[in-house]
């Protein structure tokens, strides 16, 4: 399985963007699929998990400005970002769960204020 991210730049705050992840491969659409993100000097996050019937949860501190979204049909899972803040700036990784977890190689995101 490969996951590709893209839609990743540089926005300033309050703006949008939307990223997308196409996987390579026949399980996507039996399987959970997910965004971390990591910023500068933290730890990785969950910022938004998809399972495979639609079902979504969201970390709290992107709740209401972040949708994620599936498209079984392409192989891709889409993050729609909202009014975002500089403190979203990090670098956003797709994943998919099945019997391990497939990572990205990530897409940088960065909220200029």
């Known amino acids: 399985v490969q996951l590709v991210e893209s839609g990743g730049g540089l926005v300033q705050a309050g703006g949008s963007l939307r990223l997308s992840c196409a996987a390579s491969?026949?399980?996507?659409?039996?399987?959970?699929m997910g965004w971390y993100r990591q910023a500068p000097g933290k730890g990785r996050e969950l910022v938004a998990r998809i399972n495979n019937g639609g079902s979504t949860n969201y970390a709290d501190s992107v709740k209401g400005r972040f949708t994620i979204s599936r498209d079984n049909a392409k192989n891709t899972v889409y993050l729609q970002m909202d009014s975002l803040k500089p403190e979203d700036t990090a670098v956003y990784y797709c994943t998919l769960n099945a019997a391990k977890t497939y990572w990205g190689k990530g897409t940088l995101v960065t909220v200029s204020s």
């Open positions: 491969g026949s399980i996507f659409s039996n399987n959970p």
